[in-house]
């Protein structure tokens, strides 16, 4: 028997965070009601904000409030022609940290997965056709994750890549196989930045 | 250089959750930015409401938000006039959850620790020393962490109880001494309240 419904709502609420379960939970609910409950106001703030006014940049997919994100409007960040192809706005943190590249990026926001449905209009291959189109991409690094559907969807840009008769390479040494871009360390992408292959 | 100053300051208002450094703050964020928005909406409200309307039983001063909680509220509750004194809101979850406790609950929301300056009325003891005074109350258990501090504040409170003349016991077996009531199995505790030792 519980002491307030309220504080099961927060704690049921609480588990939509991944990784938390039954007793972090509790364990989150009771550390902000005791000691934090600002921090706890600020975070309902932040999500509500997030959550309903965080949407897609209309020129490389990823996460922000504007139009276009900060990234996009760097007129800096066109002048070396790079367009950097990542599955997640999370891989452009993990690309940004290495200080090895200073193009553009392209968020496909997933990666082509056949059986799930995934074709190429669901990762914004329509966007990126029309971007090569346009001209200015010399270009295109191929960074999505190293596992089956990453190169197969690598693969994949590449041949549209070869339409638009733009260069494309596939970032190489040190990701670890079967592993997500996201987790790798700054060194061992910095490594895999500099010895990309071209793929056409 | 991110792409969306709402993302960052979500990141940012993550981490005053207990465990959650940079890297779980992030993969939080991008999860309910991508995968369940309508659950971050639900999480921002709960923590408002929580935040702001669940305050302390006034006569256990458990968190409820309510004046006074469910179990207080419950006649059935009283019968048998056991007190169950506890260190924080999550003992109470802890102790219902072995069955083996039917009396009422009196959260300390600490312990003494006088080189902190937490004295006796900062941990609610005038309130208990009232409601040991009111009557009605035949044996209080006292169920706070196997700590120095925890032992220190249940003499203390076995002290309180012989001035009224109300016998005060002390949970006993299985709880493992350093540790921390919340964190103890079912079977432990329930071992510990059965085998619990009179003090005064
Ligand atoms: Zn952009
Ligand atoms: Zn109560």
Redesign the pocket.
């Known amino acids: 028997m519980r002491t307030s419904q309220m504080l099961e709502h927060l704690m049921e609420a609480l588990r939509c965070l991944p990784g938390v379960g039954p007793k972090s939970a509790q364990r989150m609910a009771f550390h902000l009601l005791q000691r934090d409950r600002q921090g706890g106001l600020r975070l309902a703030d932040a999500l509500s904000q997030a959550m309903t006014e965080i949407g897609h940049?209309q020129?490389?997919r990823?996460f922000?409030e504007e139009d276009?994100?900060h990234?996009?409007k760097n007129p800096k960040r066109q002048e070396n022609g790079q367009l950097c192809v990542v599955e997640s706005p999370a891989d452009i943190a993990a690309v940004e940290a290495t200080g090895q590249f200073s193009g553009r990026y392209f968020v496909l926001m997933g990666h082509l997965s056949p059986l799930d449905g995934i074709g190429p209009a669901d990762i914004g291959l329509d966007l990126l056709d029309f971007r090569l189109q346009q001209g200015g991409i010399t270009e295109v690094i191929l960074a999505t994750n190293p596992t089956v559907e990453g190169e197969a969807t690598a693969h994949y840009i590449a041949d549209l890549c070869q339409v638009h008769h733009v260069s494309a390479s596939r970032i190489a040494h040190g990701v670890p196989v079967g592993g997500e871009l996201e987790l790798v360390d700054g060194t061992t992408l910095s490594h895999s930045l500099m010895g990309r292959q071209r793929l056409s």
Chains 1, 2 share one sequence.
């Open positions: 940049c020129t490389c990823t922000t276009v994100c990234i996009c």
